[in-house]
């Protein structure tokens, strides 16, 4: 579909809590507009506090419930986003969300819908109706949540018998013991979850004037990660609805990011790949050994996260090497092709079928391994001898969040220690200065870096010098630096 240009969007959130999401985007698009709503006071005071100090004029937060939203007031939006919300609140707020998605979508634009999903839910459910009997009786929500995940330490392998449902619960305990705080109590203690199927939330939709276009996972729209008989199966069903369902039941989907426009505006089927040459392109994928640019054999690339993509052909391996050096830059997908021919054609390949390129670029960016932006763009990433971190990171450390946006709108976990460095790095000290500053901050308790969840021990002669460094490069890599001002 043919969208509003993000950079200059209009964008509203609906359940916008403190603003994560929202206050990065009007940081780096200046251009665009952005209105959050949320009703909860003190998530908004805090993201409030945030893009005050950074005098963001393209952002409003604003405390109202959604219930009396009025869609003419509001006007028309380019984007909508809804995460995290719908599944947690009563049906007439869903009723009420698709409406204002129906009325206040701009022609061209699109609504972002996470909700959770059948089948996915039916044995999840069976955990969630267990913690919330077991906290039943308690009203407090800190205790509450102390009580849950108490069971959950208890729980484990205490299923009876061997099944394979004994199997699954304990595999689901054992991810929820990590889960964050937020993630457990809302999704297995409040009173409201109310996972639906997909062909249920379209139909909904659909009552709303809106109409299905897409995932934002993308590559859960193609069957070719299914097994040979459950793709044949989805294969045979000719509505592209009814296949997405099927493949629902067949992966017991828990989750959805559905992408919702108007009815009647106009959609390109199917999905062209080609059409990734008119974006810029970004990523951060490390080789894990050595890589042959002569050979047509897969070969493991590392996202951040730890997720391994096997990559085939030499050209996607010369353009992930070319990417992973200049991230976070968007590069331009021509200049990118040349690039990636370059490098491979200087390490002797003959292969060099750019279709094959865009193939394989397309279905790693459907696995979200690489992004797209509708621009090139350079960020800035050497490191002064008195480096500055931008305004933003600086802003988001100073609000003790515990994460930075990056320059690609990822996430990047700080520990108090990391989040004191980005404060101190105003451009006016040098990397020994910062260390000293930090010994005396590590003196006063003031930060302390964290390891598994506890205060660390002062660390040793050196080891900050060394710390301090690799976050340096860190932040570096993630577009967190600007250029020093002159003294
Ligand atoms: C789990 S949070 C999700 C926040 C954010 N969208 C995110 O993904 O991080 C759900 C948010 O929805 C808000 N919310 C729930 N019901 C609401 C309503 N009726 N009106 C306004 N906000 C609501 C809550 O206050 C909360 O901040």
Avoid at 248 to 259: E, G, H, I, S
Avoid at 280 to 306: H, K, M, N
Wanted: charged share 20%; hydrophobic share 45%.
């Amino acid at each position: 579909m043919e969208t509003a240009d993000p950079t200059s969007a209009r964008v509203l959130e609906l359940g916008c809590a403190d603003g994560g999401n929202l206050i990065p985007m009007a940081w780096y698009l200046p251009k665009a507009r952005f209105l959050g709503v949320d009703r909860a006071a003190g998530s908004l005071a805090t993201g409030r506090a945030i893009a005050d100090r950074l005098a963001l004029s393209n952002l409003e937060l604003r405390q109202a419930d959604i219930a009396d939203l009025d869609p003419a007031s509001l006007g028309l939006f380019d984007y909508i986003l809804i995460h995290g919300v719908w599944s947690c609140v009563p049906f007439a707020i869903q009723e009420q969300i698709l409406r204002l998605c129906g009325a206040c979508l701009a022609p061209q634009g699109i609504a972002y819908v996470s909700y959770n999903t059948l089948p996915g839910w039916h044995p999840r459910s069976m955990v969630r109706d267990f913690l919330r009997y077991h906290t039943r009786l308690i009203r407090d929500p800190a205790i509450r949540l102390a009580a849950a995940r108490g069971l959950l330490e208890r729980l484990g392998g205490a299923w009876e018998g061997e099944t394979p449902l004994a199997q699954y619960l304990s595999h689901e305990i054992e991810e929820l013991r990590h889960a964050p705080p937020g993630y457990l109590s809302q999704e297995y203690l409040e009173e409201n979850n109310q996972p639906i199927l997909f062909v249920d939330f379209v139909a909904r939709a659909t009552q709303h004037g809106l109409c299905y276009l897409a995932e934002a996972e993308l590559h859960t729209l193609f069957p070719s990660t299914l097994s040979a008989g459950a793709r044949a199966l989805v294969e045979s069903l000719e509505d592209p609805l009814e296949q997405e369902q099927h493949m629902d039941f067949l992966r017991y989907r828990v989750m959805r990011k559905t992408l919702l426009c108007r009815a009647g505006a106009p959609k390109r089927q199917p999905i062209d790949p080609m059409r990734m040459r008119e974006f810029a392109v970004s990523a951060l994928l490390s080789p894990v050994q050595w890589v042959d640019l002569t050979r047509t054999i897969p070969e493991d690339f590392v996202a951040p996260d730890g997720v391994h993509f096997g990559v085939t052909h030499p050209l996607t391996k010369a353009a992930l090497l070319y990417l992973a050096k200049v991230y976070p830059d968007a590069v331009a997908y021509p200049a990118l092709e040349t690039a990636a021919i370059e490098r491979a054609t200087t390490a002797g390949s003959t292969h060099g079928c750019v279709t094959q390129l865009a193939e394989e670029l397309f279905s790693l960016y459907a696995h979200r391994a690489i992004r797209l932006a509708t621009a090139p763009e350079t960020v800035y990433h050497a490191i002064a001898s008195r480096p500055r971190t931008h305004a933003l990171a600086r802003a988001q450390a100073s609000a003790h969040l515990g994460h930075l946006a990056t320059a690609r709108h990822t996430v990047l976990d700080i520990d108090p220690l990391a989040a004191q460095l980005v404060q101190l790095m105003d451009g006016t000290r040098t990397l020994e200065e910062l260390v000293a500053e930090l010994l005396v901050h590590l003196a006063h308790r003031t930060a302390r870096a964290v390891v598994k969840g506890q205060p660390a021990a002062l660390p040793q002669d050196g080891e900050l010098l060394a710390g301090c460094k690799h976050l340096l490069k860190l932040f570096a890599q993630h577009g967190l630096l600007e250029e020093p001002r002159e003294a």
